[in-house]
């Protein structure tokens, strides 16, 4: 099948080129519509997503050691002994690849346009994660999940990246769920996402970038559609990642089955702690959660500049001094 530019697909004057991932893999429903309506509302899209689901590394970057799978891709949609990586038959804008979510963002980057798009190289608007099948608001969920891990390895390269996620968590295949009801939650958070997306271009103007070198957004949404009926557009609202509610992993031991498990631990006070950003805003858990209101989504700013701020800095600075003379 001979590759087609990208390029000769523009049809609106906004049209942007966006790279789209997720770690839920390729053939699951909700980047499938994202890459609908994206595609849709005239951008060129380069879609390229683990095969398999990939939900909770976080953003370990992995591609794939060996020319073939050596077992089944999610939903059996690739067959163990198949190239570990490649496109839809009838779409080459739609690439799968062996790794994780990270290691996707690279192979989109490094190699498929490289190769296959040169025109597109340095061109790149927007990385896109998700939609994500389940909420990954607060601390834990950031440095776990693998679609914000692809959304900040994006971020280290300096591109402006966004992390979409939505409350409903049905793992189902596009082939059997993808379809234009406007009560289905995949199509209600597409919709939200685009939005946003042509939000924030439209706002660019003329500027050389989307968002501020170094910064990235994470974006959850609350039930909506046939999960809450009384929810069909989510109300953006401004967030914190961090900030009251938020929690952290713990492990229990189930004393009825002998094994260990993972929960939640909403005690953890160094997480409403704030020494960065805008203090009187939510957190996202509490806005997904429904505590600031009914149907509404949250929109958080991260930075990738993981340094304490100058006071926590200097204070560090004070009880660690000793040691630059040993």
Known sequence: MQILSLLTLATTVLSKNIVLTN?????ATPIRALYRDLTDAGHNVLMVAPVTQRSGWS???QYSYSKELLEDGQFNYRNKGEPAWGYEEDDNKIWYMNGTPAGCVGFALD???PKYFPELNNS???VVGGVNEGVNNSPQTFTVSGTIGATYEAVYRGLPAIAFSGSNSN???FKDDLNDDPLNPFNIYAKKSVQLIEEIFTKQGDNDRALPLGVGLNVNFP??????????NPVYTKSRIAGTDSGAYTIYLNETTGLLQDGPNDLTQALGVCYNGPCNYPSETEVVGGKVGHCKSSIS???IDYDANSQLQAEVDSLIGGV???
């Open 23 to 27: 770690d839920d893999g390729w053939a």
């Open 59 to 61: 953003g370990r970057f």
């Open 111 to 113: 190699v498929v346009i």
């Open 124 to 126: 790149i608007d927007l």
């Open 171 to 173: 793992n189902s295949f």
């Open 223 to 232: 039930k909506a559609g046939y999960d809450d009926e009384t929810c069909t």
């Open 301 to 303: 700013t991260f930075s």
């Open 324 to 326: 630059f003379n040993l």
